[in-house]
């Protein structure tokens, strides 16, 4: 059994066989005949593509609706730009190449071109460029009926490198189970199309495509962005379980009004949903907005630093669409397992334990001052708070501010204007800043709970590692007992506690965060409906004995039965 994380960016689950996409490479390595020779192989490359891309669009349109059918539109209108394939017929004539190789060429010069571009939309394109050059070769090796690699006959998870809508709408859908890539981000084209079919998908998954066999069983989640190869009896009949109660789950959930939620004690508990990616903003309507904003994403999308303009367009965006309600934003959050060409970072023995968020900005004030600067002029647009991951002492915590303060200071003297009133709080992730935390308390106005890394630094087990996943469990005791002290001295520090790691979202953990004193779930954006749903059937006081009662536990897999069933019966009210 091998377990795989990626993102999970189409929810559902499904137990599968592995068909992978192979690369389009085949009879580009011949040797070029004459330019009049591949000119012509061209020229009917183009005209049969035209053709199958108008047959590929009525298709999609009828299969998959109107907003799939959008993508193949594309690829026409790039079908007809001029420039471009211009560009591949004075290759095959200048430099006497095939016109395979001319088309490669063309395409990675237009590439480098697109991803040096500032928008992140543009540079997605490099995507369907891409596509469309695929394509065209697959067209002029295969000839019109070029069959595609992939001819699913029974239900099969597309495993591949990255997936285009062309090889996503060639395949049958009715024997499609689900996709995971390697690569690729929440608004690639695979997740788009997943999301239109209604299948899961996992995107970032890496190193799946080395392991991966054709036919080898898989198991993909796509709410958590876990995928098992060859999973053993026991994650299967797990998985097989939590199928069947999802849909069974998922029919009831989506009848719960949306609106403020209390418990059913008469306790408002925020429910906040957690943003990774600018360019797909959540929908708010059901929530109480962005409880945790990962800023890091917009710098990974871009090959190099960017600007302060760049960044308080997106926060700003992200602040006007939550039309009032509040956008929590961590500032960045690199290094660890996010790594970036262009920082120049250095190389690590063991990057969770190393040069990571706000000791990156700590010791690059000018780069910080850049983020902290579109934060504080975004925040003149709505309601922004600011927070400080992998806080672990109270110099970094007090150096932050300092930083911010010294940002607000300069932006009134340049006369730019900024919000007023910024919250300014803290992941609470490490172990440290747990154990200190009533010294944090006076310098934070709130407390938001990392248990991704809480656990994984509690547990001293890498979250990523798939050798120590049984232990990187934040249902152990000493995880639950970290997260009752924190309750404890946020209370009496009167400081406000939420959670945003994904234990926030977790049925069974619920109950004990609420008795705890959590006040806020930020969650992803699916999670809602089952979360509201549940906080809506719970009794603060009754999860607040739960919570005393658990941390007495010595054995996880008794705190576990013990939470389910408490969970349980709490939806069946
Ligand atoms: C966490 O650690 O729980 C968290 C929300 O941050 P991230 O997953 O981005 O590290
Ligand atoms: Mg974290």
Do not use: W
């Not at 192979?22 to 004459?34: D, F, H, V, W, Y």
């Not at 403020?260 to 990774?276: C, F, G």
């Not at 991951?389 to 340049?414: D, F, Q």
């Amino acid at each position: 059994m091998k377990i795989f994380y990626g993102s999970g960016c189409a929810d559902g689950y499904v137990i599968s066989e592995v068909l992978k996409k192979k690369a389009q490479e085949a009879g580009s390595a011949r040797l070029p005949g004459n330019s009049e020779e591949e000119l012509r192989l061209f020229e009917e490359g183009m005209e049969r593509l035209g053709e199958r891309l108008d047959a590929l669009y009525q298709k999609t349109l009828e299969e998959s609706g109107e907003e799939a059918a959008e993508l193949i539109e594309t690829y026409q209108v790039i079908l007809c730009d001029r420039q471009f394939f211009d560009g591949i017929r004075a290759r095959i004539h200048q430099e006497k190449i095939s016109c395979f190789a001319a088309i490669r060429e063309e395409n990675m010069a237009c590439e480098k071109i697109f991803s040096e571009m500032e928008d992140a939309y543009m540079r997605e394109r490099i995507e369907d460029i891409r596509a469309v050059c695929g394509e065209l070769i697959s067209v002029i090796c295969g000839g019109p009926d070029a069959p595609a690699d992939e001819k699913p006959e029974k239900p099969v998870v597309i495993v591949a490198d990255a997936l285009t809508p062309v090889d996503t709408v060639k395949m049958d859908k009715r024997y499609l189970g689900g996709f995971v890539t390697e690569t690729g981000g929440e608004t690639s084209h695979a997740v788009i199309l997943a999301r239109a079919l209604g299948i899961p998908a996992v995107t970032g998954a890496a190193g799946i495509m080395e392991a991966a066999r054709d036919g080898m069983k898989i198991l993909l989640d796509g709410m958590e962005g876990k995928v098992i190869l060859e999973p053993d009896p026991a994650a299967e009949m797990e998985a097989g379980h939590r199928m069947r109660k999802a849909r069974e789950d998922a029919l009831r959930f989506a009848k719960e009004p949306a609106g403020a939620v209390y418990t059913a004690d008469n306790e408002r508990i925020r429910l906040a949903v957690n943003a990774s990616d600018d360019a797909r903003l959540p929908d708010l309507g059901g929530c109480d907005g962005i409880g945790l904003f990962r800023t890091e994403f917009l710098y990974m999308q871009q090959g190099d630093y960017p600007s302060e303009d760049m960044l308080y367009q997106a926060y700003r965006r992200a602040v006007e669409e939550a039309d009032g309600k509040e956008v929590v934003f961590r500032t960045l959050d690199i290094g660890g397992d996010k790594a970036l060409g262009y920082m120049g970072l250095p190389e690590e023995e063991n990057p969770f334990l190393g040069y990571r968020a706000v000791r990156i900005c700590v010791d690059r004030p000018e780069m910080f001052k850049v983020q902290l600067r579109a934060m504080l002029r975004a925040a003149l647009h709505g309601k922004v708070k600011i927070m400080f991951p992998m806080i672990s002492n109270l110099e970094e915590l007090l150096y932050c501010r300092e930083i911010l303060g010294g940002c607000r200071k300069e932006l009134a003297k340049e006369g730019v204007a900024c919000g007023e009133d910024i919250p300014v709080g803290i992941m609470v992730e490490t172990p440290s800043a747990v154990m200190i935390l009533d010294q944090l308390a006076p310098y934070a106005d709130f407390f938001s709970v990392g248990t991704n890394d809480l656990t994984q630094y509690i547990m001293a087990s890498d979250r990523g590692n798939p050798a120590v996943q049984k232990l990187y469990d934040p249902f152990y005791p000493a995880v639950l007992r970290a997260l009752y002290h924190i309750g404890k001295t946020a209370r009496k520090a009167g400081v406000a506690l939420s959670v945003c790691g994904e234990t926030a979202a977790d049925i069974s953990m619920i109950p004990f965060l609420l008795g705890c004193g959590v006040e806020k779930l930020s969650i992803a954006e699916p999670a809602l409906p089952k979360v509201r749903y549940l906080v809506r059937r719970l009794h603060r006081e009754e999860c607040a004995l739960l919570a005393k009662e658990i941390i007495r536990i010595t054995s996880i897999r008794k705190i576990k039965e013990r939470l389910q069933e408490y969970a349980e019966n709490a939806l069946k009210r």
